[in-house]
């Protein structure tokens, strides 16, 4: 328990990029990887803060986990706050959308 | 004059894949890179089948170039056709606005 709770105590807090400051091509290559895709779609079927990190069912790494989460961060997809030792996410649909209009839904319309 | 007429009438004309059959992280992927989203700007700001391939300013060599345009072909965004020894262009705005509306104007909306 202790192990625990330091670990989630040193953890860095997430950075992250408003879809107002993103360019559109970070924003097209975020979207094209198949992983980060899937996890947009994942997160579109949820209510915002319900998906965990260890809750996606991606054929991916933790490593590789971490980094497409940091990309779609940068690319102002993904909003994600610590509780305790998970760290929960929100995909940021309506400032993405605002930004970049029908840009998720072309790519939530195909699975 | 004669090894210009061989080499073009030896080419291999070139493949075209349809909008509707590229599937949206292939026109993702494809629109996402600056040298392509670069060309494909210029094509729309010209009318069709007036630029040739030696008319883009991109700052890579023929083969990159080559390249660039093979991905673009395939992501259903260019038609080429040869006219004697040079290969001409078009951006198949309406076909691929079709297919995914709204996806080329938030490319051409940001230089």
Redesign the interface.
């Known amino acids: 328990m202790v192990e625990r709770k330091e670990r989630t105590s040193h953890r860095t807090a997430p950075e992250h990029t408003h879809p107002d400051d993103v360019?559109?091509?970070t924003a097209?290559?975020a979207?094209?990887?198949?992983v980060r895709?899937s996890l947009v779609r994942e997160m579109a079927k949820s209510p915002a803060w319900t998906r965990s990190c260890g809750s996606f069912d991606v054929p991916v790494g933790k490593a590789a986990l971490s980094h497409h989460l940091v990309v779609l961060r940068g690319a102002g997809l993904l909003e994600q706050r610590d509780e305790g030792p998970k760290r929960f996410n929100r995909l940021r649909r309506e400032e993405f959308d605002a930004r970049?209009?029908?840009?998720l839904a072309?790519?939530l319309?195909?699975e």
Chains 1, 2 share one sequence.
Not at 100 to 103: A, I
Request: overall charge negative.
């Open positions: 360019p559109i091509l097209l290559a979207l094209a990887d198949p895709a970049f209009p029908g840009l072309l790519v319309r195909e």
